[in-house]
């Protein structure tokens, strides 16, 4: 089993948060410090500290943001009113009913620790119906191909000891739009690689109207997620577009700067840089199946022409700044 431990006793640090939430950490800072989006905490040594309402709080804006609304307009709403900006823009943009109350929403349930809260109050789930309910991850994923269900509330403690393994299994048993998972104490780290790889997080215990408004959360910001996701890129047939910059070369454009207003070459060199260390991360990242593999593939195909983009710009304006490349 995977030790049980509080993130910290002073919450996430804004990288963890970063993983959680898709927000970059500048971006995270930007919202802060210009329009007060959230307020983190101080820890010991004054580095932001993030708690649960933090993070989603983020995750609210970040869906709102990614609806079309400006930060500056958005960050001043408390919660409910984002909650309700959200259910609108994304309504108004899909069509599909996602207030309280709109569209009965069923729910697979691998919670032992939670089974009888639902039960003694099923009436606050409103319109999430439990049409699955499991004591084991086995008994569940056997279930999910004739029981289908578009939302999988699971504890963490029930996904075994590697819990991104069980968390694949699901999303790979049944077509669920949502896996939830709930937790009172766990590593950061494995938050967020869970968070990472798909599913939302709630941090536990609740009531069960407390679960319904998460789940509630959860499928609006999904919603607007699924809205806004660009569809992955087709790859043309062939190999990985060529360097034209060696890592030596990028290395000390990164140093570089043009004329004295002009940071562009150590820019570009820096976006070259990022996403050469994303086209070797796909290269690299292990596949479960054939399935994975074939993503991986394009990812680091699409990523090698991003990246050679980006090289042909570096090169154009180091030659418009007088500098060797």
């Given at each position: 089993?995977v030790?049980?431990?509080?993130p910290?006793?002073?919450?996430?640090?804004?990288?963890?948060?970063?993983?959680?939430?898709?927000?970059?950490?500048?971006?995270?800072r930007?919202w802060?410090?210009?329009?007060?989006?959230?307020?983190?905490?101080?820890?010991a040594?004054?580095m932001?500290?993030?708690?649960?309402?933090?993070?989603?709080?983020?995750?609210?804006?970040?869906?709102?943001?990614d609806?079309?609304?400006?930060?500056?307009?958005?960050?001043?709403?408390?919660?409910?009113?984002?909650?309700?900006?959200?259910?609108?823009?994304?309504?108004?943009?899909?069509?599909?009913?996602?207030?309280?109350?709109?569209?009965v929403?069923?729910?697979?349930?691998?919670?032992?620790g939670?089974?009888g809260?639902?039960e003694?109050?099923?009436?606050?789930?409103g319109?999430?119906?439990?049409?699955?309910?499991?004591?084991?991850?086995?008994?569940?994923?056997t279930?999910?191909p004739?029981?289908?269900?578009?939302?999988?509330?699971?504890?963490?403690?029930?996904?075994?000891?590697e819990?991104?393994?069980?968390?694949?299994?699901?999303?790979?048993?049944?077509?669920?739009?949502?896996?939830?998972?709930?937790?009172?104490?766990?590593?950061a780290a494995?938050?967020?690689?869970l968070?990472?790889s798909?599913?939302?997080?709630?941090?536990?215990?609740?009531?069960?109207?407390?679960?319904?408004?998460?789940?509630?959360?959860?499928?609006?910001?999904?919603?607007?997620t699924?809205?806004?996701?660009?569809?992955?890129?087709?790859?043309?047939?062939?190999?990985?577009?060529?360097?034209?910059?060696?890592?030596?070369?990028?290395a000390?454009?990164?140093?570089?700067?043009g004329?004295?207003?002009?940071?562009?070459?150590?820019?570009?060199?820096?976006?070259?840089?990022?996403?050469?260390?994303f086209?070797?991360?796909?290269?690299?990242?292990?596949?479960?199946?054939?399935?994975?593999?074939?993503?991986?593939r394009?990812?680091?195909?699409?990523?090698?022409?991003?990246?050679?983009e980006?090289?042909k710009?570096?090169?154009?304006?180091?030659r418009?700044?007088?500098l060797?490349?």
């Amino acid at each position: 089993m995977v030790p049980q431990r509080k993130p910290s006793p002073e919450g996430f640090s804004i990288g963890t948060v970063a993983g959680m939430t898709g927000l970059d950490p500048h971006t995270i800072r930007a919202w802060e410090r210009r329009y007060g989006a959230v307020r983190p905490g101080r820890g010991a040594r004054g580095m932001r500290r993030y708690g649960e309402a933090e993070v989603a709080r983020l995750q609210l804006l970040k869906a709102v943001v990614d609806c079309g609304e400006a930060i500056s307009t958005v960050a001043p709403l408390a919660d409910d009113a984002l909650r309700e900006r959200l259910a609108t823009l994304t309504e108004i943009a899909s069509g599909n009913p996602l207030r309280d109350g709109a569209g009965v929403v069923s729910v697979a349930l691998l919670a032992p620790g939670m089974a009888g809260q639902v039960e003694a109050d099923a009436a606050s789930l409103g319109r999430l119906e439990i049409s699955l309910a499991s004591n084991n991850l086995l008994e569940l994923l056997t279930s999910l191909p004739s029981q289908p269900a578009q939302v999988v509330i699971a504890e963490l403690r029930a996904l075994g000891a590697e819990p991104l393994r069980a968390l694949q299994a699901i999303r790979k048993a049944s077509a669920v739009r949502l896996v939830v998972l709930l937790y009172e104490f766990a590593p950061a780290a494995e938050l967020a690689r869970l968070s990472r790889s798909g599913a939302r997080l709630v941090r536990g215990p609740l009531r069960v109207a407390q679960l319904r408004r998460a789940v509630e959360d959860l499928l609006a910001i999904d919603a607007a997620t699924a809205r806004t996701q660009p569809p992955l890129p087709e790859v043309a047939e062939g190999g990985a577009a060529p360097r034209l910059l060696d890592d030596d070369r990028l290395a000390r454009l990164l140093e570089t700067s043009g004329g004295v207003q002009c940071e562009c070459p150590s820019h570009l060199a820096s976006l070259v840089t990022s996403v050469l260390a994303f086209e070797r991360y796909s290269n690299d990242c292990e596949s479960r199946n054939e399935e994975d593999a074939e993503l991986h593939r394009r990812l680091a195909l699409s990523s090698s022409r991003i990246r050679s983009e980006f090289e042909k710009l570096l090169l154009e304006v180091c030659r418009h700044e007088g500098l060797e490349a």
